[in-house]
T-cell receptor
Framework: GENVEQHPSTLSVQEGDSAVIKCTYS??????FPWYKQELGKGPQLIID?????GEKKDQRIAVTLNKTAKHFSLHITETQPEDSAVYFC????????????FGKGTTLSVSS | DSGVTQTPKHLITATGQRVTLRCSPR?????VYWYQQSLDQGLQFLIQ???????AKGNILERFSAQQFPDLHSELNLSSLELGDSALYFC?????????????FGPGTRLLVL
């Protein structure tokens, strides 16, 4: 079945460093790729998304790249801050309507000051 | 705050019981989605409704059912509960339920089956 692989599962960086999280998806029909941040005790919050008609999108310190040929997409966070510490999930649209999301297993990012 | 509300926040019940989780979407959103988050399975899509009609179905067990009412709130019913049903259940909503739409997640309901 459809699958999204996410790496690494944990990531520790120093404040100010960059963090990169990578995902691979299996469904070639996937065309929407959101990234969510989940803090303890809260629901996932969208931080950035990319659609299949673009290869890169940036929003301040956050950027996402998409390689549809290789079925890879990545999240890049620059100048990390302690408040970036959370669990990050990648997701890909699946299903006939393309509305359901399949999520990766998550990456726990720890930013130490 | 996403604007999606879920009740209750926590629920403790026994095996074999039935519970109902409630979700109110963001103002103006017509579509709701239900997800289950557990340590072993991660975040899994269960089902989507748009304006009262089922639109997409995921790995939802036959013991689980959902519906969306005319006022657009949704309920997820879980019956014959098993220990393995203990998880966080999230509701999300989006405008028209179409592809490429941002899904806004609620704070979740934590279910513990003893």
């Amino acid at each position: 079945g459809e699958n999204v692989e996410q790496h690494p599962s944990t990531l520790s960086v120093q404040e100010g460093d960059s963090a990169v999280i990578k995902c691979t998806y299996s469904d070639s029909a996937s065309n929407y790729f959101p990234w969510y941040k989940q803090e303890l005790g809260k629901g996932p919050q969208l931080i950035i998304d990319i659609r299949s008609n673009v290869g890169e999108k940036k929003d301040q310190r956050i950027a996402v790249t998409l390689n549809k040929t290789a079925k890879h997409f990545s999240l890049h966070i620059t100048e990390t801050q302690p408040e970036d510490s959370a669990v990050y999930f990648c997701a890909a649209s699946i299903g006939q309507a393309g509305t359901a999301l399949i999520f990766g297993k998550g990456t726990t990012l720890s930013v130490s000051s | 705050d996403s604007g999606v509300t879920q009740t209750p926040k926590h629920l403790i019940t026994a095996t074999g019981q039935r519970v109902t989780l409630r979700c109110s979407p963001r103002s103006g959103d017509l579509s709701v989605y239900w997800y289950q988050q557990s340590l072993d399975q991660g975040l899994q899509f269960l089902i989507q409704y748009y304006n009262g009609e089922e639109r997409a179905k995921g790995n939802i067990l036959e013991r689980f059912s959902a519906q969306q009412f005319p006022d657009l709130h949704s309920e997820l019913n879980l019956s014959s509960l098993e220990l393995g049903d203990s998880a966080l259940y999230f509701c999300a909503s989006s405008g028209s339920g179409g592809a490429w739409e941002t899904q806004y997640f609620g704070p979740g309901t934590r279910l513990l089956v003893l």
